[in-house]
């Protein structure tokens, strides 16, 4: 028979016991909270308090609240840095998503010959860093110095410039779409290879072909890696930053101070002093992309129901 006393001594026990658990979750979690708030929450906590305050010549820096935000909203380089970015988005992330979608369905469909190397080579110009890819894309789009100044040359042609005004967001998405449709199609890849065998099997005995599998069975299994794709494109498209800026040294008349929203920002901050400012529109980009990330996120969950 157990005692009172005993059962008391059980009682008093096991809460410490609870609260010694949740104290060794927190050792675990906590270094990565501390990090993800000292290079995550932190800087955009920063950014949020110097976008509520603007520096003047005369009386030094004062609190102005929302004011930067009406600043930019009404600010027509903005809306232009925006809108050259939201074209780049709908023309380039559609042309290389296809592009990674058909070349992670040729190497799954396994009769492609050198598959690990064709699927390797694919995915191999992610591996280049932006600022050498930029730089080689570049030298190659000269005239003057580079591929498309010896084609001339050579066969006495006048190709157009690719780093003219018309042309160089076409040849930024280029550059991207060189970059990353490996890095899509791996997402794109590793979908399909979770795709049961049998299903394949199965549609082949009742007589399907290999477009009626892909559309029937590879599309669907892939919906939710083309929403991850898409989402991830749509982020970095609003980012774009490393390629127009390097290519601002071979084409300025090509690449204003605000041919990006990322751009304007850092010129803003590094070449104007207006840090104040810089940080509202680094904001307001933010906000925009997150909105926009989350509605294509709602869309393709819905369209998975």
Do not use: C
């Not at 296809?98 to 992670?104: D, I, K, R, T, Y």
């Not at 060189?178 to 065998?197: D, Q, T």
């Not at 940080?279 to 996120?297: C, D, E, P, R």
């Amino acid at each position: 028979m157990v005692s009172e006393g005993h059962i008391r001594a059980q009682g008093l026990r096991r809460p410490s016991a609870s609260r010694r658990r949740s104290w060794i979750g927190w050792q675990f979690v906590g270094p990565f909270m501390a990090v993800f708030a000292l290079i995550f929450l932190a800087p955009i906590a920063y950014s949020i308090y110097l976008s509520l305050f603007r520096t003047r010549l005369i009386g030094g820096t004062a609190f102005v609240g929302a004011d930067n935000y009406a600043k930019v909203l009404q600010d027509p380089q903005f809306w232009s840095s925006f809108g050259r970015v939201a074209l780049f988005l709908a023309v380039q992330v559609p042309v290389m998503l296809f592009l990674a979608l058909l070349v992670a369905l040729v190497i799954d469909s396994g009769r492609l010959y050198g598959t690990a190397f064709f699927r390797i080579s694919v995915f191999l110009p992610y591996a280049v860093p932006a600022v050498v890819a930029t730089l080689m894309w570049g030298f190659m789009y000269g005239t003057r110095f580079g591929l498309i100044g010896n084609i001339n040359e050579t066969f006495g042609l006048s190709l157009p410039d690719p780093l003219s005004p018309d042309l160089i967001l076409a040849s930024i998405g280029n550059i991207v779409t060189w970059e990353f449709v490996g890095y899509n199609m791996l997402i794109l890849y590793s979908a399909l290879r979770v795709v049961n065998p049998s299903l394949y099997e199965a549609a082949e005995i009742d007589g399907a072909g290999q477009l009626r599998i892909i559309w029937a069975i590879k599309i669907p299994a892939l919906r939710g890696a083309l929403v991850i794709a898409t989402i991830f494109s749509i982020i970095g498209s609003f980012q774009l930053f490393n390629e127009p800026s390097i290519l601002k040294t071979l084409a300025p008349n090509s690449v204003t101070t605000y041919f990006t929203p990322n751009l304007y920002a850092y010129s803003l901050s590094f070449s104007g002093q207006q840090f104040n400012y810089s940080a509202t529109v680094a904001i307001v980009m933010g906000v925009i992309t997150m909105i926009i990330a989350y509605l294509v996120q709602l869309r393709g969950m819905r369209k998975a129901v």
